[in-house]
């Protein structure tokens, strides 16, 4: 108990001679995100994620001697919203950097603004091939399906020994870019798809799929979907007696899919970047604090929001340590020129379009904890 | 042939669900001649009480739903004795518009109270399955055909065997002569709205029981198969809306087995239009009511209620009108906005806004002065916006605006005849549908017609517009685009006003007030329904190649139905049919939800608040419906 209050009357005094000595103009990075909507879930994980590493990194002196500063929006996930938030940030010259939106049509729809203005927009979720390819300063903090589909099916052709394999999707730009590419992998490696579903997101009920999936009776089921819906078609497997592998895709690795799920999602195997039992202690360090602070647990969503803030201060600091000033092109030349980050969910790099590189973990479901795969 | 049979009982086990949900909307519809937008939201509600009694307070289930239940069922009570009855005497859109601002409303509600993320329902009997062929039936599926069924026999024998229910009855079917019988005509009506809200509590528990858990949008793409089944079985019909809700899902499970899963919605919507167009009163639906105008009689002459018309004489307050110096006055101001705007972010705003204006103007055309309330315009708006976009990325990058404009307003133009070429033929709240549908239909084609619209990526990078008659300009700074749009809508303004004042505008008004001594007097009904569609769909389809030059990327989801609802707010707002009233109301919605930025989370449902406010003091919008 002491320790405690003197670890925090340390903590207090140590932020306060950081407040003094680093009176000045703050860093300001903007955050477009769905707060409200039908993507509200996902733009609130980012929101906390984000509020905490500022945090963090301000109680630690802030970024080159500088307060760190977010400044949110509200998009709904619209392109309008997306549009007219990107205009407002472009036009205030505080603005140095953003980080957003969450789903990639609104960012795309934005970031022919941030690419004439000259401002990085650091997208931690977007997964539509195209994205970076709009301009040099777009990034993202996510693998795209081109790094990671293919990556799964070697996993289940090769280390699974599938033969025939049945896939289902979401009917978007992330969901066709998966499944288009795990099934040109595994079908070079030799692998049969049997068939090849799709779902719009809306959708809840599963079974005439599985009335397909029973009489076609392939090796392994390849779910490439959201973790919401994903739980309900792993329910309704169940509730027909079907027990086949399932591997999913990164999306899944999400605490939810489990609580959601229930048993129906027990044996699943789920790749991630980012897994909160991983005993890195930066890890550790950044799940004791999300899920103490927020009683919810970190899932990935969080993981590369937090990354991404740390990102942009790391070529903030890149800047400022060969004593340039911090514009919006300097932050822009840094994240090309700057060191990996280590980050929550891995090494980050960027390669030449400004996509990131990211290693996978296998996980599987057991006794309702995702726990490291034997292999 | 194994395959055959399990999918139809896959069907019926969805389509159980669908019938649950679509006895609600029968009932209003039957007694009240409403459809009520919020039924969807009454389900959400039950659901979500269910969920916090049993899972958050630690209740027996069966508690905890009767409880969710009966709160259900007070909340359709209150919504009918706080803002529908009011608006008894104002004009007949005035509750459908209400019940679609309480929607919105309840859903955000749902969202702030217990947060936006899906919840998992408890469901025990989940577990109980008997597989049969290569499908399964749940003890979920016998629990929600159970409950179908009970609902259906006390509904039918409350209605048949108790004096309450004669006297629902016959206020459903004459409300003046029941009231002169002595009924309590309000008071039934009442009645009707919390049978209803029972009925969607009951449905909510079901569909969390159902799906194993419950998430707060699940109330529009639920509550539209509700209305679906509904129609199919027959307005208006308890039976009907079993075998309704038995048939979508029916239909559903096999467009999904042997056609793919991403097209059952658009067989679902396109079997809707074809029931509305040749039978409109649906399977078992009695053709005489009202709201269906009674089905096709020769010509066409659809006795039309007119929606803006109300069903009690009262007194019109005027129109307010703009006198030309005031008109140039505005233009000048808006013309010379990026010069004294702030910045450039309220350049870009009002811009879009101005676009959404160009919108609104044909929408009012078509709801206000030829009466067919159209809730399909984001679809028609979408095809303008897809044409565009194709023609810049793909095929002419350097293509003249005037060119784009002229190409996306015809394919706007196809699109409404499209939508006009069902509801031409029906009338009242059963346009709203069938309008619906067509909007829907036009979406979920964006969505999987992956050659051509690249389905869910969308089109993006679509580049600046090119000025042709100033030799190829290129338009990209945000005033240039700002212009372009303030010209547009000029021009949209200009011919408008004249269509309106002409005599084809004249016979609009006419067909709208009292369709049947329109073709008395010889006058086409159905042709220049018609051409009231094209008109308005050539303007939205203006606005959507604008729109899609402003957000510069375009995918299916910027085509929603949520976008015909702000949409018909937006008019709704501005007074239906009043040209100014429409330019006014897009940039004064637009604005608010900017302003209204700052109350973050509590956005939408201030939105709503405003609508319904609106509705309930004003309905005939701010300036006045012409």
Sequence with gaps: ?375 | MTDLLSQILNGLAIGNVYAMLAIGFVLVFGVANLINFAQGSLFVVGGYLAYTFAVLLGLPLALAASLAVALTALLGLGIDRAFLRPLERGPRIAPLLATLAIAVILDETVQLVWSPDTKPFPSPLASTTWQLGNAYISAVDLLILGTGIATIATLTLFLSRTWIGRAVRATAMDPEAAQQMGVNVAAMRSLTFGIAGLVGGIGGVLVGFYYQSIWPTMGIPLGIKGFTAALLGGIGSIPGAIVGGLLLGVFEALASGYLGSIYRNLIAYVLLLLVLFLRPQGLFGSRGLDALGGAQAAGGAVPTTSLMASPFQTAEPPAITTPWWLAALLLAAAATFPLWAPDSTWVHILGLALVYAILAVSLTVVAGTAGQVSVGHAGIWGVGAYVAAILTTRYWPGMPIELTLLLAGSAGALAGVLAGFFAARLSGHVIVMATLAAGLILYSVMLVWIPVTRGPMGVFAIPPPVLGILGGVELWRTEQLYWLALAVLALVLLVASRVIGSDVGRLWRAVREDRLAAVASGVPAIRYVLMAFAFSGFLAGVSGALYAHFVTAISPGSFLVLVSFQILAIVVLGGLGNLTGAVLGAIVLIAVTEVLRGFGDYRMVTYGVILLAVIMFRPRGLLGSR
């Design chain 1, 1 to 375: 108990m002491r320790m405690k209050t003197l670890a925090l009357a340390l903590a207090a005094g140590l932020a306060a001679v950081a407040s003094t000595s680093v009176a000045q103009e703050p860093i300001v990075i903007g955050l477009s995100a769905p707060l409200t909507g039908d993507y509200a879930e996902y733009g609130n994980n980012f929101k906390r994620a984000i509020d905490l590493h500022v945090e963090q990194i301000n109680a630690a002196g802030g970024v080159a001697g500088r307060p760190l500063e977010i400044v949110e929006s509200d998009d709904r996930s619209d392109s309008a919203q997306t549009t007219a938030i990107a205009q407002r940030y472009v036009n205030d010259p505080e603005i140095l950097a953003v980080i957003g939106s969450f789903a990639s049509t609104p960012s795309m729809a934005a970031a022919p603004i941030y690419q004439r203005a000259g401002v990085v927009q650091l997208c931690p979720s977007c997964s539509h091939p195209d994205y970076t390819k709009i301009g040099e300063f777009m990034f993202r903090n996510t693998t795209t399906q081109q790094i990671e589909a293919p990556a799964i099916a070697d996993f289940v052709v090769e280390d699974l020994g599938a033969k025939t394999i049945m896939v289902v999707h979401r009917q978007d730009d992330w969901g066709l870019s998966a499944s288009g590419n795990f099934i040109a992998r595994a079908e070079e490696l030799g692998a049969e798809i049997v068939a090849n579903e799709a779902f719009l997101e809306t959708e809840r009920d599963f079974r005439p799929v599985i009335t397909q999936l029973r009489s076609l009776d392939p090796d392994v089921l390849h779910v490439a979907m959201f973790f919401t819906e994903a739980a309900i078609l792993a329910q309704q497997l169940q509730a027909a007696g079907i027990d086949i592998p399932v591997v999913t895709t990164t999306s899944m690795f999400n605490p939810q899919y489990i609580v959601l799920g229930g048993e129906a999602v027990e044996g699943h195997i789920v790749p991630a970047t980012f897994f909160p039992g991983n005993p890195d202690p930066n890890v550790q360090a950044f799940v004791e604090e999300y899920e103490g602070r927020y009683d919810i647990a970190a899932d990935s969503f969080a993981a590369i929001a937090y990354d991404s803030v740390g990102i942009l201060a790391a070529a903030i600091e890149h800047v400022a340590g060969q004593g340039q000033e911090v514009t919006r092109a300097a932050i822009q030349k840094a994240m090309f020129e700057m060191e990996p980050y280590a980050g929550v969910s891995g090494v980050a790099a960027f390669n030449e379009v400004g996509d990131v590189v990211k290693e996978i973990t296998w996980l599987t479901i057991e006794n309702g904890e995702f726990t490291v795969l034997e292999r």
